[in-house]
Structure formats: structure tokens, C-alpha cells
């Protein structure tokens, strides 16, 4: 029987989670405030907190200058293809190595993991020089390779973690009914492999928006994503604050939503499914 | 039972994932591994030569290698120092019933999904500024000294900045893990006369454990390979003062072009994180077997 709590120490206990909340997410909607006033404003003294003149004109302004959307669609066709090339490789890898295991695929799923330990920085250089050398420095499709590859070991694992809780007599059962491999895989599996499949795009296209190694490096103008976009605002725009609030807003809007979204298998996707 | 044609299907299933990674894996790393016996800058092409051990040398005794390991270790000692008390702290209040959980959930995982370069200008500009920033106006407004963050304490800006990202992280495996606590058994341990502090030491501390040491492991990996924070803040400097591994093997290899001391910097990195990998790969790997 669950404890009758007093209403008295609950909301002492909201008041302080909301506080603490509140704190935490400032900064973020400190920058989304920041986004909608004018220059002087943004820097006045005492800051003004809701009561400005509320203005688009920084969201223009960031646009026009250093072009959101082509920044925004680099981002959307980096992180999605990627994201979509990881689940067309991992899908069949993580479905056999779940419903057929063998000897070894312990070992494969380990080895796996641990090539996501490699730090990028160990291969900077030979895949600086590899796209140097084939004309892929600053291209989508670049970077795209490279970050389905440093994805894959997470896809194929959280996909793992979520096909192995599918009962195995399903498919058996299938099976004796006399359906084919194809057929047990599209009619049987498929619906209930979804939800994980689902979530593991969602975290994926978080990881490959964010990912801010390979994409600084690995691009100048042409496929520059919004991690490079917001890069160039360190100096010195960035001392204007509004703009500098509004390409960020900008930046970060789409993936905060997304992310909301998939709170809940953040933590057994990010844990390779150590804790749920 | 699987059949003899179901497992060569698998079999074929699984293969492009793995050439896929093997490819991954041997190819650069054994060209880093190569370059690193090299004497090979990309500014003299055509000069490349064999040099044996040199690079190494030159990196290891480098006084910018050691304050740059030490900044790595602080880095990452840090952040985890922050993230791990601050996340038990949290998951302990967000445990509790009170109204508004589900958005209270929402503004604390936000960070998280802040891309590094947004959150470190941000934080650089509109709150570590010491002419503009809102840690300024505070401080005037309290009659102190605006603080110059970035320049006087740089690494420890950083830290904060970072911490602040993975604030989250921490927080939400562990509230996952309390609430998968029984509930059952911290009622009976209060019913027999056990206070906060005792149920926290005896019950909570045991059985989050396992998940601190999962928020420790993965953190590592990542935080050994900050790089974006300090690219737009500090550009690693003053001096070497926030420069960690990660940078200071970019900065030797695509701002000095020097491949062969940048590959034998990589050499050194991979081998720092993989004793870090081995510890997290066995208790995943326990895992695996349960």
C-alpha cells in the first residue's frame, strides 16, 4: 500500500523541484528570450525579462546573413540519412544476431561496442587525408558515411535490447505454421519490432544533429550543418546577442522536440541497455 | 531450433554490419598507427620518412602533453564530480511525489539535447561575459567585481558549461534507477525505525550503485573527447590552460599539419581510452549474460 503523503510536504517538494527545474533550463529560455528583442535591448541593463518590444527582426537577420535553411537542410539530410543508412544495415544484423544466436554472438555484439570506444580524434588524420584524397571533405555524403559508421555500434544495440524481449515462440510458432523466413520477418516481426525501431531513430537523428566532432572538421562551406552554422557565430557576432539567440533558438528548436519526445528510451539507448 | 538454412541467412545478414566496422576500425587506425613512425607534414609534401619512435618522444615530452593530460583529467574528473552528486541530489527530490512532474522532467532533460557549439556560446556570451554577460549584471548588482571566467579560469568554465550538458544524463539514469527501487522494502526498513540518511547509506546508495558506475563509464568516453566546448571558447588557450587531449592532437594535426606527431598524439588517446573501455565493456558484458 503506497504511503499517504501530506499535502503539506508535497508542496514543499514541488516548490523545490520547480525551482531547481527552472534553474536548469534557464539558460535555454533565457536564449529564446533573447531572441525576440532588439540589440540594445539584449545588453540593457537592468536585463528585462518579459516586458521588451517583442521583434522577429533578429530571425531575418540570421537568415539573410548566413542562410538558416541551407545550414537546417545539411543538418536534416546529415542526421536522417545517416540515421536511415544505420537502421537499413543494423535491422537484419541485430534481428539475427537476437533470434539466431550463435557461438560467437556475444563476441560480435562486444567487439561492436567497443569500436564506439575508439576516440575520433585517433583517426582525424587518416580520415582527413582519406577525404582529401576522394573529394569528400565538405560533402553531405561524407559525412554522412562517417557518421552512420560511428552510429551503427549504438543502432545495432539498442535494436538488440529491444529484439531480444520479442518471445522467440512467436516466430516458432510461425514457423511451424509453414511461414518463410521473408514472410515470418514481414508479418510477425515487423509490427512488434516498430516501437523499437522507432525510438532508436529518434535518439539516432539526436545524436548525428548534435554530433559536433566530425562535422566541424570535416566541412568548411558547401555541407556545413547547423553545429558549423552556430560555430561562426563565435566571434565577433557573437557579442550580438539577439542574433547570436535566435540562430541558436533556431539551431536547437527542432531537436529539443524531438528529444522530448524520446525521453524515455534515452536511458536504454545511451546505456547500450545496462539500465532501464 | 534453428535450422541450417536459417543460420546461414543470418550469417549473411549480419556480415555487412561487421565488414562494415571492421573496415572501420582497421583502416584508420592502422594508417594513424603508420603515420606515427613517420616524420610527414602536410605544409613539406614529398619529405615523408621513416623515424622510428621520434614522434612519440617529441609528443611525450612535450610539457603542452602534460598540461594537457592533466586539464583531460580534470576535465573529466570534474564534470563527473558535478553531474554524479548534483544527478543522486536531483533523482532523490524528482523521486518524491509533487505536482508538475512530467514538465518539471522536461526543463531538467532539456540540456541534453543543446548541441555543444549552441550551449557553449551561450553560456560564453550571455552569462560569462564580463562586460554584458548576466554573471556581470549579478555581480555588479551585488557591488563585486565582474568576473572574467573565460580568461582567469578558463578549464573551470568549461567544466561548467559541460557539466551543465550532462547534468541530465546522470539525472535521468538515476531516477530510473530509484524508481525501479522497491518501494516495498524502504517502507518496512522505516517502519523499523530507519531515518532519511539510513535508508539513503543502507538501501538507495546499494542499489544505485550499479547505475553511477554506468553514468561514470559512459561520461568518461565522452568527456575525454570534449572538443567543440572549447574549439568555440577558449580555442584551448590562454596559453595551454584549457587545452585537453582531444585538442591539442587537432591543433598539432589540422592547424600545424604535423601528421606524424599528431598520429603518435592519437596513438597515446586511444590507448587512454581503451583502459577506460575495458572496464565498461565488463560490465556490460555481465550484463549481457543475465
Given at each position: 500500500m503506497a504511503r499517504a503523503v501530506s499535502n503539506r510536504r508535497k508542496a514543499l517538494v514541488t516548490i523545490c523541484a520547480w525551482a531547481v527545474g527552472i534553474a536548469i533550463f534557464f539558460p535555454i529560455l533565457w536564449t529564446v528570450l533573447t531572441s525576440f528583442k532588439t540589440e540594445a535591448e539584449a545588453i540593457a541593463s537592468p536585463p528585462s525579462f518579459l516586458f521588451f518590444d517583442w521583434t522577429l527582426e533578429?530571425?531575418?537577420?540570421?537568415?539573410e546573413r548566413s542562410d538558416y535553411f541551407r545550414h537546417f537542410s545539411n543538418s536534416v539530410i546529415i542526421s536522417f540519412g545517416s540515421t536511415l543508412l544505420g537502421l537499413l544495415i543494423a535491422i537484419p544484423a541485430a534481428w539475427s544476431m537476437a533470434f539466431v544466436p550463435g557461438k560467437r554472438t556475444k563476441d560480435v555484439l562486444m567487439w561492436m561496442l567497443s569500436t564506439k570506444m575508439l576516440?575520433?580524434?585517433?583517426?582525424?588524420?587518416?580520415?582527413?587525408?582519406?577525404?582529401?584524397?576522394?573529394?569528400l571533405l565538405d560533402t553531405r555524403v561524407g559525412l554522412v558515411m562517417v557518421l552512420t559508421l560511428i552510429n551503427l555500434p549504438i543502432i545495432v544495440w539498442m535494436l538488440f535490447t529491444y529484439f531480444r524481449e520479442i518471445p522467440g515462440e512467436i516466430l516458432e510458432a510461425a514457423r511451424m505454421d509453414g511461414?518463410?523466413?521473408?514472410?515470418?520477418?514481414?508479418?510477425?516481426?515487423?509490427?512488434?519490432?516498430?516501437?523499437?525501431i522507432a525510438s532508436t531513430l529518434l535518439l539516432n537523428i539526436i545524436l548525428s544533429w548534435n554530433e559536433a566532432f566530425w562535422t566541424l572538421n570535416l566541412t568548411a562551406v558547401d555541407a556545413a550543418p547547423l553545429t558549423a552554422f552556430i560555430a561562426s557565430y563565435s566571434s565577433p557576432e557573437g557579442l550580438f546577442y539577439a542574433k547570436l539567440s535566435a540562430?541558436?533558438?533556431?539551431?536547437?528548436?527542432?531537436?529539443?522536440?524531438?528529444?522530448?519526445?524520446?525521453?524515455?528510451?534515452?536511458?536504454?539507448?545511451?546505456?547500450?541497455?545496462a539500465v532501464k | 531450433m534453428a535450422t541450417q538454412h536459417s543460420r546461414a541467412a543470418a550469417r549473411l545478414m549480419i556480415s555487412p554490419a561487421v565488414l562494415l566496422l571492421l573496415g572501420w576500425m582497421i583502416i584508420p587506425l592502422s594508417m594513424t598507427l603508420y603515420f606515427s613512425f613517420l616524420r610527414y607534414n602536410l605544409l613539406i609534401p614529398g619529405m615523408e620518412e621513416w623515424t622510428g619512435w621520434t614522434n612519440y618522444e617529441f609528443f611525450l615530452t612535450d610539457p603542452a602533453f602534460f598540461a594537457a593530460l592533466t586539464n583531460t583529467l580534470l576535465l573529466v574528473g570534474g564534470v563527473l564530480l558535478i553531474t554524479?552528486?548534483?544527478?543522486?541530489?536531483?533523482?532523490?527530490?524528482?523521486?518524491?511525489?509533487?505536482?508538475?512532474?512530467?514538465?518539471?522532467?522536461?526543463?531538467?532533460i532539456a540540456p541534453f539535447f543543446v548541441m555543444p557549439t549552441v550551449s557553449a556560446l551561450v553560456w560564453k556570451n550571455m552569462f560569462m561575459n564580463p562586460v554584458n554577460g548576466l554573471f556581470a549584471y549579478f555581480a555588479k548588482f551585488l557591488g563585486l567585481q565582474p568576473f572574467d571566467f573565460l580568461s582567469h579560469a578558463p578549464l573551470f568554465s568549461i567544466i561548467l558549461i559541460v557539466a551543465w550538458q550532462w547534468l541530465p544524463f546522470a539525472t535521468l539514469i538515476l531516477l530510473t534507477a530509484l524508481q525501479s527501487l522497491d518501494s516495498e522494502q524502504l517502507e518496512a526498513a522505516e517502519m523499523d525505525g530507519a531515518n532519511f540518511l539510513n535508508r539513503f547509506v543502507f538501501i538507495m546508495v546499494p542499489h544505485l550503485a550499479r547505475s553511477i558506475t554506468v553514468v561514470i563509464l559512459i561520461q568518461t568516453i565522452f568527456l575525454l573527447s570534449v572538443f567543440a566546448e572549447i574549439l568555440v571558447t577558449t580555442n584551448g588557450g590562454p596559453g595551454y590552460a584549457?587545452?585537453?587531449?582531444?585538442?591539442?592532437?587537432?591543433?598539432?594535426?589540422?592547424?600545424?599539419?604535423?601528421?606524424?606527431?599528431?598520429?603518435?598524439?592519437?596513438?597515446?588517446?586511444?590507448?587512454?581510452?581503451?583502459?577506460?573501455a575495458i572496464f565498461l565493456m565488463r560490465m556490460i558484458g555481465k550484463n549481457l549474460e543475465a
Open positions: 533578429n530571425y531575418s537577420t540570421v537568415q576516440p575520433p580524434v585517433g583517426v582525424l588524420i587518416p580520415i582527413y587525408l582519406l577525404f582529401r584524397d576522394t573529394g511461414a518463410e523466413l521473408w514472410s515470418e520477418i514481414i508479418y510477425v516481426l515487423t509490427p512488434m519490432a516498430v516501437p523499437g540562430a541558436s533558438t533556431m539551431a536547437i528548436a527542432p531537436i529539443l522536440i524531438i528529444g522530448w519526445f524520446s525521453q524515455k528510451q534515452l536511458v536504454r539507448g545511451l546505456t547500450f541497455g | 554524479i552528486i548534483g544527478g543522486v541530489l536531483l533523482a532523490l527530490l524528482l523521486d518524491q511525489p509533487f505536482w508538475g512532474q512530467g514538465i518539471v522532467r522536461i526543463l531538467v584549457s587545452t585537453n587531449l582531444t585538442y591539442l592532437i587537432y591543433a598539432q594535426s589540422l592547424l600545424q599539419f604535423d601528421v606524424g606527431g599528431g598520429s603518435a598524439g592519437g596513438v597515446v588517446a586511444i590507448i587512454l581510452a581503451n583502459i577506460v
